[in-house]
């Protein structure tokens, strides 16, 4: 039975609260992502403005690691993100995410170069990257959950697919404008204030997204909680008592997500450009396809992963990347556009293939108590330590190895873990969210 049919709403009054919430979660988490992703598509600019001249793959390694240190803040703010959602709400915790995100994305866009204040750019870079990771780790989680807890028992995989789609809408959004960007201005424009572009968007972006977010009201599983006072008093050490084994096992299956992604839809441009010749405008635009073909599948994912059930689709989807990836990166190789848009399209469908049904497959795992705090201290983890680090870890294995395959192997031991870890879950489609 869907959760507000227990509210006592008549049937259009359900469904248009539903489409409510599933709008509202999805346009801040795509303001949200636009505001994170610019930074990776516009990296090899970001590398010559904040860094001393002089070595480029140095720079560009440095401009990585700025990346990946911003994902160490991720499990800090999941554990006090996660508090706060299952303590206030999880729409409090969602409107105050988008505006603390949007802040620091805008503040990027201020920041002088390093050829004018030197050392001191590159710092103030971190610190906003910082500030950005720490909004980030509440996003995910908590929009994932927050359409979960709305959706009926048997379309919760369509309707939470729409987070990861609306992730994908953001980096689609901050691709095309760094593409515009990098077509319409000169080297000398598009390094002296065009990059600002994208960050300075996040300013008025963010304060559109909180009057969405202000608009909405908490879930009903949620209000029930607090009609009944069985709101958690300390909701992260709750769940790390009696769901650790979840939470392992959780952190196992995000591995593959956390590579792909950041892999596959924020890397790629700079993979293409600078170890396989392509032009920076061609390879934001084939990356686009990949990312449009990601954002068309996930729905479709979510459909079958409510007919056919979460786990046979992510089983599926870690297979594909074992059999295919390096078939795809030896296809990119090659060189052409057309080589480049069909490999990229496949490597974005088969991580829709897993991405599709992720969210949900998460949001099931933990109590309503607990589900925003573990959902977003296990998503975090893995991010942290598999996502963040996927460009410098690509970008590294190339140098040391000397193979442009190198990528494609590490998105395969990440397959590897997600597929392990995934024996030891349950099937959970179809049924009622887990409430105690």
């Known amino acids: 039975?869907?959760?507000?049919?227990?509210?006592?709403?008549?049937?259009?009054?359900?469904?248009?609260?539903?489409?409510?919430?599933?709008?509202?979660?999805?346009?801040?988490?795509?303001?949200?992502?636009?505001?994170?992703?610019?930074?990776?598509?516009?990296?090899?600019?970001?590398?010559?403005?904040?860094?001393?001249?002089?070595?480029?793959?140095?720079?560009?390694?440095?401009?990585?690691?700025?990346?990946?240190?911003?994902?160490?803040?991720?499990?800090?703010?999941?554990?006090?993100?996660?508090?706060?959602?299952?303590?206030?709400?999880?729409?409090?915790?969602?409107?105050?995410?988008?505006?603390?995100?949007?802040?620091?994305?805008?503040?990027?866009?201020?920041?002088?170069?390093?050829?004018?204040?030197?050392?001191?750019?590159?710092?103030?870079?971190?610190?906003?990257?910082?500030?950005?990771?720490?909004?980030?780790?509440?996003?995910?989680?908590?929009?994932?959950?927050?359409?979960?807890e709305y959706a009926p028992d048997e379309r919760r995989g369509l309707l939470v697919s729409m987070v990861p789609a609306s992730t994908a809408a953001g980096l689609v959004l901050g691709a095309s404008i760094a593409a515009l960007l990098e077509?319409?201005?000169?080297?000398?424009?598009?390094?002296?204030?065009?990059w600002r572009v994208p960050f300075l968007l996040g300013g008025p972006l963010g304060i559109a997204g909180l009057y969405i977010r202000l608009k909405l009201e908490d879930t009903p599983l949620f209000r029930a909680l607090e009609r009944e006072q069985h709101v958690a008093r300390a909701p992260v050490l709750t769940g790390i008592r009696e769901n650790w084994r979840?939470?392992?096992?959780?952190?196992?299956?995000?591995?593959?997500?956390?590579?792909?992604?950041?892999?596959?839809?924020?890397?790629?441009?700079?993979?293409?450009?600078?170890?396989?010749?392509?032009?920076?405008?061609?390879?934001?635009?084939?990356?686009?396809?990949?990312?449009?073909?990601?954002?068309?599948?996930?729905?479709?994912?979510?459909?079958?992963?409510?007919?056919?059930?979460?786990?046979?689709?992510?089983?599926?989807?870690?297979?594909?990347?074992?059999?295919?990836?390096?078939?795809?990166?030896?296809?990119?190789?090659?060189?052409?556009?057309a080589f480049a848009v069909l490999a990229q399209t496949l490597l974005g469908a088969i991580l829709a293939g897993n991405d599709g049904v992720l969210a949900t497959f998460l949001s099931e795992m933990f109590p309503t108590a607990v589900r925003y705090s573990s959902f977003a201290l296990s998503f975090n983890l893995g991010n942290a330590v598999f996502g963040g680090t996927a460009p410098f870890v690509a970008t590294y294995l190339i140098s040391l190895t000397g193979t442009d395959f190198a990528p494609g192997f590490y998105l395969m031991a990440a397959a590897v873990v997600a597929f392990l870890a995934l024996l030891f879950t349950a099937e959970t489609a179809g049924r009622p969210l887990r409430q105690e």
């Open 1 to 148: 039975m869907a959760v507000e049919a227990r509210v006592g709403l008549s049937l259009e009054e359900r469904r248009s609260t539903v489409r409510r919430a599933v709008f509202g979660a999805a346009v801040g988490n795509m303001i949200e992502w636009f505001d994170y992703a610019s930074y990776g598509y516009l990296a090899a600019v970001i590398a010559a403005v904040f860094f001393a001249p002089g070595d480029e793959t140095a720079a560009l390694l440095a401009t990585f690691a700025v990346f990946a240190v911003s994902f160490v803040v991720r499990p800090i703010g999941g554990l006090v993100w996660g508090h706060y959602g299952d303590r206030i709400g999880r729409q409090r915790v969602l409107a105050l995410t988008i505006i603390i995100m949007s802040a620091a994305t805008f503040a990027i866009g201020l920041i002088p170069s390093y050829a004018s204040i030197g050392l001191a750019a590159p710092l103030l870079l971190l610190l906003c990257r910082l500030v950005q990771g720490f909004s980030a780790s509440g996003e995910y989680a908590g929009a994932s959950s927050f359409i979960a």
């Open 183 to 194: 077509h319409g201005l000169s080297e000398a424009a598009l390094h002296s204030w065009g």
């Open 246 to 337: 979840q939470i392992l096992v959780a952190f196992g299956v995000i591995c593959l997500n956390a590579v792909g992604f950041y892999m596959i839809l924020s890397y790629m441009p700079t993979y293409l450009s600078r170890e396989l010749g392509f032009d920076p405008v061609t390879a934001i635009l084939t990356t686009i396809v990949s990312v449009a073909a990601y954002v068309l599948l996930l729905p479709l994912v979510g459909v079958l992963a409510d007919r056919f059930g979460r786990r046979p689709v992510l089983f599926a989807a870690c297979a594909l990347f074992l059999l295919l990836t390096l078939p795809l990166f030896q296809l990119l190789s090659l060189g052409g556009v």
